[in-house]
């Protein structure tokens, strides 16, 4: 089995939404494409991969190192040992090869794309659900045949004030979400618990809505907002400050008793390691959100999983940033506690298979082999339309 062609495209999913901390004005991300020479039901198998939104596309690490790296190497370099399939994590070991530890910056995104087609692939060539490959390979054997999810917006807009808000909750209700998230921290603390309690007029519970504020704050801030939302009870209060800053996370966790969660912008297991060691977070009830394919991809993802079973936490406080059908597979496979979804933002990259709905706050997952794009017919288009075949 070998790779016979290699695709790769910018496409922008740019809107005039913003957080606390940037607009996406001009956010894109990078697909690709991974042609094998592997046919299953007479079908050539082909792996998709694309990054999570919040980091730009990655066309000039993609195109100038680390594709290259995976188009120069031996086919045996790639394979498991049946010689059948590719092994993620031999090919994770072709495209860092002659990297130096630390200092991600964006690499770990683009590594992070290309490791998501290789498990469409392998999931594709074992012609099974990724979620069931992972279950059997690195999890007990059996997937959740349902996953909870939130729906994640809140974003601030120009024009709209508390009433759209209130209508965005209302949708995401509708389409069948018990949960939601919206932002804070671009206005004054008074003003955002304004639109905190509107959303919680909307969805019932407070218990039921999270907040996040980008890793906007500095402490003083980020403790101000603590005790501003600490009567309310919210879900959680997200990203209070600079992901690297565990001091902060630390003291915010002392001072806040209600959960935090934190993670999305940690790129490795090494940061993984440090945020349980010097962050303050608190297993019972906190939450890390790793996004499995901007750190790296899921073979980074899995060590990520063996630090926190070190530190005693359980996969169950993990719910994944990113929004898409490669995390929600993880979530089901790895039995996480949840997954995020964008159902209005980030089209058609967010979201699930059309054949799943949100059913009471969960989605099932479709009994379709690899990672499920195919079921996804809006951005099969955008795949097909960039990539062509």
Not at 10 to 26: E, G, K, L, P, Q
Not at 173 to 194: F, N, R, S, W
Not at 286 to 292: K, N, S, T, V, Y
Not at 324 to 335: T, V, Y
């Amino acid at each position: 089995m070998r790779i016979t062609d290699i695709r790769e495209a910018r496409v922008s999913i740019a809107s005039d939404i913003a957080n606390a901390y940037i607009s996406f004005a001009t956010m894109d991300v990078s697909i690709l494409a991974l042609y094998t020479d592997a046919r299953v039901d007479g079908r050539q198998v082909v792996g998709y991969g694309f990054n999570s939104n919040g980091r730009y596309a990655q066309s000039g690490l993609l195109r100038e190192r680390f594709l290259p790296r995976l188009g120069d190497a031996e086919p045996g370099a790639l394979l498991d040992d049946s010689g059948h399939n590719l092994d993620p994590f031999k090919v994770w070991s072709v495209l860092m090869a002659n990297e130096k530890p630390g200092g991600h910056g964006e690499r770990s995104v683009a590594v992070g794309i290309i490791d998501m087609a290789i498990w469409d692939i392998v999931a594709k060539v074992e012609d099974v659900p990724l979620a069931q490959l992972l279950a059997e390979r690195h999890g007990d054997g059996q997937p959740d045949e349902r996953v909870a999810v939130y729906a994640a917006g809140g974003y601030y807009h120009p024009g709209k004030q508390i009433q759209g808000l209130q209508d965005e909750m209302r949708d995401y209700l509708d389409l069948g979400y018990t949960c939601t998230k919206m932002k804070i921290g671009a206005v004054p603390l008074a003003e955002d618990l304004e639109r905190v309690e509107a959303a919680i007029d909307i969805v019932g519970d407070a218990g039921r809505l999270a907040v996040d504020a980008n890793g906007r704050f500095d402490l003083r801030t980020a403790l101000a907002f603590a005790d501003g939302l600490a009567p309310y009870g919210v879900r959680w209060y997200e990203e209070a400050g600079d992901p690297l800053d565990y001091a902060l996370q630390q003291q915010l966790s002392e001072h806040y008793a209600p959960p935090t969660a934190t993670g999305e912008n940690l790129f490795s297991h090494q940061d993984v390691h440090n945020l349980l060691r010097y962050g303050g977070m608190r297993p019972d009830r906190d939450i890390l959100q790793m996004d499995p394919v901007l750190g790296y991809g899921l073979v980074e993802y899995l060590r990520m999983l063996e630090v926190l079973r070190a530190h005693g936490w359980s996969s169950r406080q993990c719910i994944p940033h990113g929004g898409h059908q490669f995390a929600l597979n993880i979530a089901a496979g790895l039995k996480l506690g949840g997954n995020e979804s964008y159902p209005r933002v980030f089209a058609p990259f967010g979201g699930f298979a059309d054949s799943t709905p949100i059913e009471e706050g969960q989605v099932a997952l479709p009994q379709v082999p690899g990672i499920g794009f195919e079921d996804k017919r809006e951005l099969m288009k955008v795949f097909e339309g960039h990539l062509g075949r």
